[in-house]
């Protein structure tokens, strides 16, 4: 086995949100997926790569069982041991292949960029039993053979198999790329369920001019959104309104510092303005770059990116649209787009302390996001 001839794929370990965190109780879904895709330097074969999964890295009981891959404890680096089903792991695999247990990876011979396919792993299934709350556990590659018993070159899996019989598997081993591979995630209890708050919009009835030299009609009004937020819950929350947001966040979400609703100036872009007849978006919803150093490089993060609601107190706020872009006897529609913030429960001397100006540690545990979010939809008609 030792000379035979390799061929690499990349592989990558990640969860369903960053960082991972493995909620026993079910509340919040946890999964570890797989990405793999073809070697950009490696090869160019214009052919789809067909992979038979099971009894490989990507066959997470098969994998822990044959040692492919380990869990280990981060605080004491013991590896857990894994006892599951005998039978199961050991069984024929080749008498029930579906179409489900083949992976296809193809290739793009047009650029380096090749497709990434994500493969789920069962992991909340079959790590239950192995984890305890309160630990954090590293899932990982031993080494680069990915155990892969079965691959091949070609189209569809349905136009490998003849019955049950699979073709001569090609004679490289396929392995790992990377010289290591792993994922780390906490494991808690129970994860507290995300309180709601009542987000309602109107128009506002008072009047934003316009900034100085605007033009010639200076003096008429930009039209602006008067936003009314309420802590309906029976406990105080505090809510962070700018910067970064240490909460969860879920597959494909990227950071985004950008000043939330709840913020005493709102950024535009919390909202989406659409052109009701052309259906034209006028509002870009790409993230704010701006890349905020958590805690300020040591300094904290001061009581002003927080608002405390107690339980009823309501809020307003007032965000101005873009006038220049609205254009006469158009009718525009105005709706509140979906974002996350970090929250806690208690006011800000309870996170704080008593007189202190700058938050230095996060409350201890994950958090995911509230989501900010209203159904009303404001009606412009200019």
């Given at each position: 086995m030792d000379n035979q001839e390799e061929f690499p794929i990349w592989i990558d370990l990640q969860g369903n949100y960053q960082p991972p965190v493995f909620d026993l109780s079910g509340t919040v879904p946890f999964e570890l997926y797989l990405?793999?895709?073809?070697?950009?330097?490696?090869?160019?074969?214009?052919?789809?790569?067909?992979?038979?999964?099971?009894?490989?890295?990507?066959?997470?009981?098969?994998?822990?069982?044959?040692?492919?891959?380990e869990l280990v404890d981060e605080a004491s680096k013991e590896v857990v041991r894994y006892q599951g089903n005998a039978d199961q792991v050991q069984q024929d695999t080749r008498a029930t292949t579906t179409s489900e247990t083949f992976i296809t990876l193809p290739t793009n011979v047009q650029g380096k960029d090749r497709p990434i396919r994500t493969v789920p792993l069962h992991a909340a299934l079959?790590?239950?039993?192995?984890?305890?709350?309160?630990?954090k556990y590293r899932l990982r590659l031993r080494e680069k053979d990915i155990g892969v018993?079965?691959?091949?070159?070609?189209?569809?899996?349905?136009?490998?198999?003849?019955?049950?019989?699979?073709?001569?598997?090609?004679?490289?081993?396929?392995?790992?790329?990377?010289?290591?591979c792993s994922g780390?995630?906490?494991?808690?209890?129970?994860?507290?369920?995300?309180?709601?708050?009542?987000i309602g919009l109107s128009l506002a009835g008072e009047a934003h001019a316009r900034e100085e030299g605007s033009g010639a009609d200076s003096e008429a009004p930009w039209p602006a959104i008067q936003i009314t937020i309420t802590n309906t819950n029976d406990q105080p929350i505090t809510l962070k309104t700018s910067g970064d947001q240490p909460h969860l966040l879920a597959p494909g979400e990227f950071p985004n510092?950008?000043?939330?609703?709840?913020?005493?100036?709102?950024?535009?872009?919390?909202?989406?303005?659409?052109?009701?007849?052309?259906?034209?978006?006028?509002i870009s919803d790409a993230p704010t770059f701006i890349s905020p150093v958590a805690g300020g490089s040591g300094r904290g993060w001061p009581r002003k990116q927080f608002l405390t609601?107690?339980?009823?107190?309501?809020?307003?706020?007032?965000?101005?649209?873009?006038?220049?872009?609205?254009?006469?006897g158009r009718e525009y529609h105005a709706s509140l787009r979906q974002t996350g913030c970090w929250w806690a429960y208690g006011t800000l001397d309870d996170l704080f302390g008593d007189c202190n100006a700058v938050l230095k540690t996060w409350p201890a545990g994950p958090t995911l996001q509230m989501l900010l979010a209203s159904e009303d939809v404001v009606v412009l008609r200019c």
């Open positions: 990405n793999t895709r073809r070697s950009a330097t490696h090869e160019t074969d214009p052919r789809d790569l067909v992979i038979l999964s099971t009894g490989s890295v990507f066959d997470l009981p098969a994998a822990l069982d044959k040692g492919l891959v079959c790590l239950r039993a192995l984890v305890r709350p309160g630990h018993h079965w691959w091949a070159w070609g189209g569809p899996p349905e136009s490998l198999r003849n019955g049950t019989e699979l073709p001569s598997t090609e004679p490289k081993r396929l392995i790992s790329s990377r010289p290591s780390a995630f906490t494991v808690v209890s129970e994860m507290a369920i995300t309180p709601k708050l009542s510092p950008r000043a939330r609703v709840t913020a005493e100036r709102p950024d535009v872009q919390n909202f989406s303005i659409v052109d009701h007849e052309a259906q034209e978006e006028l609601l107690a339980p009823q107190e309501r809020v307003t706020r007032t965000v101005t649209l873009p006038g220049r872009r609205l254009a006469a």
